[in-house]
C-alpha cells in the first residue's frame, strides 16, 4: 500500500493536472490513515470497540493514567463487560465483570496462558537478567521455572519458612514498639512491611536479609523495583505501542531504563555473589540459589536461575505492602475499630494468651475473622488492578466473536472485584464480613463461608495464576495477628489512611499501587506481654539467618 502511494506521488511530481493532484493526495492521506490506525491483530468482529480511538495512539489518551478506572467506568457505561481497545499499533480485549474474568481465565485457561513481549520491559530491561515468571512468555523454560516455583512456595514448603515468619512478623513489631513509643508518635507503617516482604523473598532466594528499615541496599532494591514497575505499565511507556517513538533523539525511557537495568544488576550479581561467598565458608542457608549453584538435581539454566530470584523478589516487595498496608488504613478508620476489636476477640478464642498468640501465629490460618480481613484486603485493594496482561496461543470463541491467537488480554480485575452483580451493593465497600457468618449462640462467633472456587481475582487465576499466592495470604495473616494482639490501631487527625479503592493509589500509572502515605498511632493493648513475647521472639530468632 505504501510502496504504490509512493509510486502516485512519483507521478504527481511530474504533473501538475489538477485531478492527479486530488487523486495522489487522497492517495497520501489513505496510506497515512492505513498506516497509524493498522493494529497487530485485525479489528475482531462481534465484540464492541470503545468510540473514539485516534489515529496512531489509538485509545491510549481516552484511558489516561488509571487505565482500570477509565475500563470499569466504560464497562458501566456502555454496559459491556468484554470490550476491545487500541493501544497504538496493539489491539486488547478488556474483561471486566467478576464472571467473564473468571470465564476467560479458567474456562479458557489453555489458550490465554501466554503474556505478550513488550519492547522496553523485555526488549531493553530484561536483556541482562531474563525475563521474570509474570512476564515469560509460555515455553519450555517457563514450565521449568513455574515448575520449581511452585515446589518452592507450594503449601508443603511453608513448614520450612516457619522461622522466617517468626522472624520478620517479630521484626515488624520490635521496630513498630520502639519507634511509636506506646503510641505517643504517629508513624507510617509502610517501610516495616516494605522490609517484611522484601526479606521474606530475599531470604528465600539468597538466604539474606537486612536488619534496618532504612537499610541503603533495601531502599535501592525497592526503589529500582519501582521505577521498573513502573516502565512495565502501558500509560508510562507509549513507546511500547508507538513504535516511532523509540527512534526520537531525546528518547528518555530507554535511557532510563538502561539505567534501572544496570542498577539492577548490580544488587543481583552482589547478592548472588554473597551466596557464592557462603558457600564458599560453609556458612550458606539453604534457599534457591544456593540450591541452584551447588546444583542440587536442578535442570535451570544460570538465566533461569536469575530469572526465578528476580521473580520472586519483584512478586511480593510490592504487592504485599501495598495491599498489607492499605489493610491497616481500614483498620484504622472508626468503623475498622469494630472489626478490629472483633477480631481481637476471634485470635483470642483461639489462641487465649498472648504467649500462645505468639507462638502458634505462623503455622497455620485458623482464626476466620483474620482470614476474612485477609481475603477482603486482597479483594478491595487491587493491588495489581490490570493485573498481568496475557496472550492468546489459540482462537477464544467468545460468544461467537473469534478472539484471534496472539491478542493481548487485560483482566479488569479491579473492576471484576468491584462487580455488585458477583458482590452484591456493598462491593464497593471493605468489608471483612462479606466473608463471614455468625453462629446463632449469644456470643454469635464468626464462620468463614465456604466460597467454591476463586474468591477474588487479585491473584489472577488458572494456569498463569500467582504462583505466590498461598505465601501471601500466609504474610498477610501472620503480620496482622501479631500486630492486631499487640495494638489497638488508630488513624491519625492529621494524617488519615485514603481507603477509596481508586483513590488510596498514588501512582496510578504503576503496574502495582503504591498506597499514598499515612499515620497511625499504635495503642499496645498488653505492653508487659508484648514486651516479654519481644524479648521472648528476639532470643527464639537471633540465630536464623544472617545480614548482609
Ligand atoms: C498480595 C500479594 C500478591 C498479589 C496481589 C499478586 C498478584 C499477582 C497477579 C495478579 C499475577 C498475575 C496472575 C495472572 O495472570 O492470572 C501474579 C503473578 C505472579 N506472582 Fe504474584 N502476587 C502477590 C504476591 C506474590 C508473591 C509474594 C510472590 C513470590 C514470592 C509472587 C510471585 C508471582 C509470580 C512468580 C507470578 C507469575 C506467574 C506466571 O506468570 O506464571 N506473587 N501475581
Request: hydrophobic share 40%.
Amino acid at each position: 500500500m505504501l510502496q504504490s502511494s509512493l509510486a502516485v506521488f512519483d507521478g504527481f511530481l511530474l504533473s501538475h493536472d489538477p485531478v492527479t493532484m486530488a487523486m495522489v493526495a487522497i492517495a497520501m492521506l489513505v496510506a497515512v490513515f492505513w498506516v497509524t490506525t493498522t493494529t497487530d491483530v485485525p479489528y475482531i468482529k462481534g465484540l464492541p470497540e470503545v468510540p473514539g480511538a485516534l489515529p496512531l495512539v489509538g485509545h491510549l489518551i481516552q484511558l489516561g493514567d488509571d487505565h482500570a478506572t477509565t475500563c470499569e467506568k466504560w464497562f458501566r457505561e456502555y454496559k459491556w463487560s468484554v470490550f476491545q481497545v487500541r493501544l497504538g499499533n496493539t489491539r486488547a480485549v478488556v474483561v471486566n465483570s467478576f464472571d467473564d474474568c473468571r470465564r476467560m481465565l479458567v474456562g479458557h485457561q489453555s489458550a490465554v496462558i501466554d503474556r505478550p513481549k513488550l519492547y522496553t520491559f523485555h526488549g531493553i530491561i530484561s536483556s541482562t537478567q531474563g525475563f521474570t515468571i509474570g512476564s515469560s512468555p509460555w515455553d519450555e523454560s517457563c514450565k521449568r521455572k513455574r515448575k520449581a516455583v511452585g515446589t518452592a512456595l507450594g503449601r508443603p514448603a511453608l513448614r520450612n519458612y516457619f522461622p522466617m515468619f517468626d522472624l520478620e512478623s517479630f521484626c515488624i513489631v520490635r521496630d513498630l514498639h520502639r519507634d511509636s513509643c506506646s503510641g505517643a508518635v504517629e508513624i507510617n507503617i509502610r517501610p516495616y512491611i516494605q522490609r517484611y516482604a522484601l526479606n521474606t523473598t530475599l531470604t528465600l532466594c539468597y538466604g539474606i536479609r537486612m536488619d534496618e528499615v532504612h537499610d541503603s541496599l533495601l531502599r535501592e532494591i525497592l526503589h529500582v523495583g519501582s521505577a521498573i514497575s513502573l516502565l512495565r505499565s502501558a500509560s508510562e511507556n507509549y513507546q511500547d505501542y508507538i513504535p516511532a517513538l523509540r527512534y526520537l533523539p531525546a528518547n528518555n525511557k530507554t535511557a532510563r531504563s538502561r539505567e534501572l537495568r544496570s542498577r539492577r544488576d548490580a544488587y543481583l550479581n552482589l547478592l548472588l555473589n554473597k551466596v557464592r561467598e557462603m558457600i564458599k565458608n560453609g556458612t550458606d542457608k539453604p534457599c534457591i540459589s544456593s540450591a541452584i549453584l551447588k546444583d542440587q538435581e536442578t535442570k535451570l539454566t544460570g538465566v533461569e536461575v536469575s530469572s526465578i530470584c528476580l521473580s520472586l523478589v519483584s512478586g511480593g516487595f510490592e504487592t504485599i505492602p501495598g495491599t498489607l498496608t492499605s489493610c491497616i488504613g481500614s483498620l484504622a478508620t472508626l468503623e475498622g475499630q469494630i472489626w478490629q476489636e472483633r477480631a481481637y476477640r476471634d485470635i483470642v478464642r483461639y489462641h487465649p494468651t498472648m504467649e500462645d498468640i505468639w507462638a502458634n501465629s505462623f503455622q497455620e490460618e485458623k482464626v476466620p475473622y483474620l482470614n476474612a480481613i485477609v481475603k477482603e484486603a486482597g479483594r478491595y485493594y487491587t493491588v495489581s488492578s490490570m493485573s498481568l496482561p496475557r496472550k492468546t496461543v489459540t482462537e477464544v470463541d467468545w460468544n461467537g466473536a473469534k478472539i484471534p491467537p496472539k491478542t493481548m488480554i487485560l483482566i479488569n480485575a479491579q473492576a471484576g472485584n468491584h462487580d455488585m452483580d458477583h458482590f452484591g451493593p456493598s462491593a464497593g465497600k471493605f468489608d471483612p464480613e462479606r466473608w463471614l457468618s455468625f453462629t446463632e449462640s449469644s456470643d454469635q462467633q464468626p464462620i468463614e463461608t465456604q466460597s467454591r472456587g476463586l474468591s477474588h481475582l487479585s491473584f489472577g487465576a488458572g494456569a498463569r495464576a500467582c504462583s505466590g499466592q498461598i505465601i501471601a495470604s500466609r504474610l498477610l495473616y501472620a503480620a496482622l495477628i501479631r500486630i492486631i494482639s499487640s495494638y489497638r490501631i488508630l488513624a491519625s487527625d492529621t494524617d488519615p489512611p485514603t481507603t477509596d479503592y481508586i483513590e488510596y493509589n498514588q501512582f496510578k500509572s504503576a503496574l502495582v499501587a503504591i498506597p499514598r502515605d499515612f499515620k497511625v498511632k499504635l495503642i499496645p493493648r498488653d505492653p508487659h506481654g508484648v514486651s516479654q513475647c519481644l524479648a521472648a521472639a528476639s532470643e527464639r530468632t537471633k540465630d536464623f539467618y544472617r545480614e548482609v
